[in-house]
C-alpha cells in the first residue's frame, strides 16, 4: 500500500517525526470512549499506545492438544455446493459466543456476553464485534500494573479444546456460504524442480496480507469495490477457501484483525499451531466497531513441525521503535531432522517512507542473522515489504549475508525478475498496481519446486481488487520448498 494510504492515526511516527513526536506511554491517554469487540465492556481508553500491552500479551504461539490433520493436497473442486453451515457457526456464528469458555452463551450467561444495550450494534456492524480473549485482556489490563498477569486471556487450557475438524467439511461449509459469488479464480502452479527425483514431501509455504476488515470496510477507499463484497461473513469464507484451496503447512498473514474469533480458532482444530503478534498503534482502532488491532500471524502444522524458538520483534528504524512487527520461529522438521527458520513481517506503507522501510528491514535482517547463528540454520521470509524491487530495503535483502533470493523471481523467463504486480487496487487518485510482496529464502539451503502463478489481469477484472471473486487487495504467493543436500557448497 504505497499511495493514497489514510493519514497518521495518534501516535504513530510521520516523516519528519523524530523522539520529540514519539508518544510518551505515561501521558498518552486519549479521552475519548471506545467500545472493544462486542465485550460489552465502555471504559476511558488510551486508544493506541495501550496495544503496547498487547505486545507483551501476545508473545506465547496459541496451542492446542487435538490431534493434527493431515491435510492431503489434492485437487480442490472450483465448483461451490450447498451445504448446510455447521463447523462455520460452531467456530464463529451470528449468535454471541463467550470469549472466555468459547461456548455459546446467551447475554447474561457469562461475564464477558455482550450486553443487551449492545445486541443492535452487533446485527448492524458486518465486521464481525465478536468476544475474544484478546477484549478481555486488554479491559483487565486497564486495572492492572501487571499486563503479564493475564497471559491466561490468551491461552487455551486442557479443557477449552474442540474436536479436529475435516478441512473438506470446511471447505464445502464456506463454499456453500459463497454460493451465490462467482467460482473461485484458477491458479496453477509452476514446476521449478532441477531435479524431480527427490520423494521427500515439500514444504508448502503461503504468504498472503488478507486485508484487515477494518481498514477495507472504514479506511482504505476502494472506489471500484461494492462495500457488499467486504462483508466479513462472507469475506472470510473466500480467506478460507483460498487456504483450503492450497493447504500451506506453513502460512504466514498480514493485516490479521480476526485471529481470535476466526483464524485461531478454526486453524487450530486443522492442526496448526498459531502465533498472533499485533501491531502496538494499529491503524484499525481508529475504525469504528473495530475488531481490535491488526498484525501479523504465523500458523504452522504441528504434524510436520516442531517448534524449537519463537520470538516477537518489533522493528526498530534509526534506534526508534516503530508500529511495525515480525514473527521468527525456528521449527524441527519432522520427516528430515532439520532446523530452519520462518518469519512473518509486513513494513510500513506509504510513499515517502522508503528509508524507513530501509531501517526497518536491516534491524530484521540484524534480529535474524542473530536467530539463524549467521546463515547456518535455512531461512524464509514472507512478507508484505511495501516495497518495489527499486526500494533499497528490497537490495538490502538480495545483498544480505543470508545469501537471500526471492522465490517468484524464478517464474520470470530470466530468473532474475520480480512479477509485475502483487497488488492492484483503485483508489480515488487512481489505479495503484505494485510488487510488495515477496517469499525469501535460503538460496544455499533451500530449493524452490514450484510456485503459484499470478491471477492474470483479465482474471483480476476491471474493478481490480478487492472483488466478489478475490477478498484482498494483494495476491497471495505459495511455495513448496525442498532442503539442498549439500547446502554448505553454495554459501
Known sequence: MLEEEPAAAAGELTPHSGPSSLPHSAAFWCPRLAFWGGSGIMYQSPARSLCSALSTLCCAPCTTTSS????LRSPVPVKRALSPPALLGSSFSASPRCGCCHQGASAGQCSAAVGPGVAS?????SMGNSTSRLYSALAKTLNSSAASQHREYLEQSDSEQLDPIDPKALLQECQAVLQKRPPRLQRDFVDLRADSTSTRRPIRVMQWNILAQ?????????VQCPMEALKWEERKCLILEEILAYQPDILCLQEVDHFFDTFQPLLSRLGYQCTFFPKPWSPCLDVEHNNGPDGCALFFLKD???LINSVNIRLTAMKLKTNQVAIAQTLRCSETGKLFCIAVTHLKARTGWERFRSAQGCDLL???????????????????????????VYKEFSNSSLNLNSAYKLLSADGQSEPPYTSWKIRPSGECRHTLDYIWYSQHALNVNSALGLLTEEQIGPNRLPSFNYPSDHLSLVCDFSFNQDPDRLL
Not at 493434527?68 to 491435510?71: Q, T, V
Not at 477494518?214 to 476502494?222: P, R, S, T
Open 366 to 392: 540484524q534480529n535474524l542473522k542473530n536467530i539463524t547463528q549467521g546463515a547456518e540454520i535455512p531461512l524464509i521470509i514472507c512478507g508484505d515489504f511495501n516495497a518495489e524491487p527499486t526500494e533499497e
Open 214 to 222: 477494518a481498514l477495507g470496510e472504514g479506511k482504505d477507499n476502494f
Open 68 to 71: 493434527s490433520l493431515l491435510l
Open 121 to 125: 450494534s452487533r446485527a448492524a456492524c
Open 304 to 306: 510436520r513441525f516442531t
